[in-house]
């Protein structure tokens, strides 16, 4: 059947939605596609809908390639397994929850190695039942902190999460490798520009762990580069702890006046004026900058941090909740400093903090702040500065904290040389989980001698709905949407122009050949103007179109390519074969 555009289920606005931040949103929303509910919550209407089934198709059909198997889990579930691995109060506020009718824990879930940890243990025993790899493509929840940009990050949103389970940790290696290529495979289908990246694990516990970007300015992920094939989320970059420093030589700490030096330039102008260094000239970075947080921890408990780095840095607030998951980041308000007389404001030094300190906050320093370092910082009092502060003489920290921002033309941590900085959105993520959730439920099965042992796994997701919206980011430009063919809603957009009847039938006509051959077409039969109809067919964004009109009367229709906006007269008998040409390739 052919879809026509007088029937279609679809508006297209003339202006933008006013909670647009993104170009993707903006036009998924003006051409019809999505529709928002709620923060973060939004229905697909049939444009939409096309295309994330065309997405879960790639999906699937790869996910089948490599021998994975779809089942389907339900998004309701019971708080008992997530308790036992103790995600329940992990996730904290990012889980919805709720209670049924006799006061039992549900919640819905925001992903599912627990009930595929289960599934397995329930009905497998034996090593020869592995390997294993199981799939679904299913809605997930995440009470997210800042749901943004559409379908971009939602509260509700489609991923494909799958699960590889493995006798041994080459078996593991191996799943994790095909999935790899699965992914790699998917997102070239997608027609995505994506770097793969080494990502933290984050809450989700393991180690071995990489994520596929998407690349785009706007982006919520900061990845590095170096020349020598170092790629990483900035999450996951660590920097080298550099060896500590011999100190013998190193003058007493001394208390200074630091009048007017309420910044890191000015506090280093006056101390290079009045207690000039004997080997080089103090710079920032030679000056500790402790900076407050308050952690809140899922339990509820809230733990007051101070984070010392180079002050010539600045804490990257990414990193910060990172390192610290499942713990939330707060600010550290001015109750809390009341609530710590010790700490002065501008002016905190390791003497309110540190191991010898009473005042409860945990000081955690940068990995560049070893023994026998010397610095400047706050004499915990206002308007003085302790120099010539040697880290584990004067000082010694709670422990190391890598957050310090990470900067353009920083060394690679592997020595591949400086890094750039380009910005990406997360599209997958793949994880060796190891025996985390195994260990946690139970999972065991007999090895060839008889012995049980515990099943190592993977955990595999992609963002099928995120795609949608990042394809769209990817293509998208000053006219509206631009799908690549693979995603497309439709193949072909038929449109009639004026009022002739003859055109209509010939456009008609077209459209059911194109039908017939196992084209997807889209027929424009509305009786609107021209100009409505060619604004709406960029706005929706469908590879090519086919214009009836005029031109009909000398046996000719025009063929548009949506991307390069180029048009070509085809004479009206071979426009089928033609079409057939453009669209299988
Ligand atoms: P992010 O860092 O973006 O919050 P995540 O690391 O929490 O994502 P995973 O748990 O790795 O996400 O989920 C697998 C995939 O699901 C992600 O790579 C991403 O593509 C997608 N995804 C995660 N959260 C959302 C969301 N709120 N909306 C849409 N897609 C999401
Ligand atoms: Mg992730």
Known sequence: MITRMSHLFVKTLRDDPADAEVPSHRWLVR???????APGIYSWLPLGLKVLHNVERIVREEMDAIGAQEVHFPALLPREPYEATGRWTEYGPNLFRLKDRKGADMLLGPTHEEMFTLMVKDLYSSYKDLPLSLYQIQTKYRD???????????????????????????????????????????????????????????????????????????????????????????EAVTVP????????????????????????????????????????????????????????????????????????????????????????????????????????????????????????VRYLCDPRVV?????????????????????????????????????EGDPAPDGSGPLTLARG??????????RKYADALGLQVLDQSGRLVTVTMGSYGVGVSRAVAAVAENTVDEKGLCWPRELAPFDVMVLATGKDVAVFDAAERLASDLDEAGIGVLFDDRKASPGVKFTDAELLGIPTTVVVGRGLADGLVEVRDRRSGMAESVPVADALAHLVRVVRG
């Open 31 to 37: 051409a019809g596609y999505i529709r928002r509910v």
């Open 144 to 234: 997210e902190a800042r749901p943004r940009a559409g379908i971009l990050r939602g509260r509700e949103f489609v991923m494909k999460d799958s699960y590889s389970f493995d006798i041994d940790d080459a078996g593991l290696e191996a799943s994790y490798q095909r999935h790899r290529e699965a992914y790699i495979r998917i997102f070239d289908r997608l027609g995505l520009e994506y770097v793969i990246v080494k990502a933290d694990a984050g809450a989700m516990g393991g180690s071995a762990s990489e994520e596929f970007l998407a690349v785009a300015d706007n982006g919520e992920d900061t990845f590095v580069r170096s020349p020598g094939g170092y790629a990483a989320n900035v």
């Open 241 to 360: 702890a550099p060896a500590a420093v011999p100190f013998d030589d190193a003058p007493a700490a001394h208390v200074e006046d630091t009048p007017d030096s309420p910044t890191i330039e000015s506090l280093v102008a006056l101390v290079n004026a009045r207690f000039p260094r004997a080997d080089r000239a103090w710079t920032g970075a030679d000056t500790l900058k402790n900076v407050l947080f308050m952690l809140r921890h899922p339990d509820g408990r809230r733990e007051p941090v101070a984070v010392g780095l180079p002050g010539d840095r600045e804490v990257d607030v990414k990193r910060l909740e990172t390192a610290v998951a499942p713990a939330e980041v707060e600010p550290f308000g001015d109750a809390d400093f009341e609530a710590s007389p010790g700490l002065v404001k501008g002016y905190i030094g390791p003497g309110a903090l540190g191991e010898k300190a009473s005042s409860g």
């Open 371 to 407: 023994t026998g370092t010397r610095w400047i910082t706050g004499a915990d009092e206002p308007g003085r500065h302790v120099l010539d502060l040697v880290c584990g003489r004067d000082f010694t920290p709670d422990g190391v904290i890598d957050v310090a921002e990470v900067r």
């Open 425 to 434: 959105i997360e599209m997958g993520h793949i994880f060796q989980l190891g």
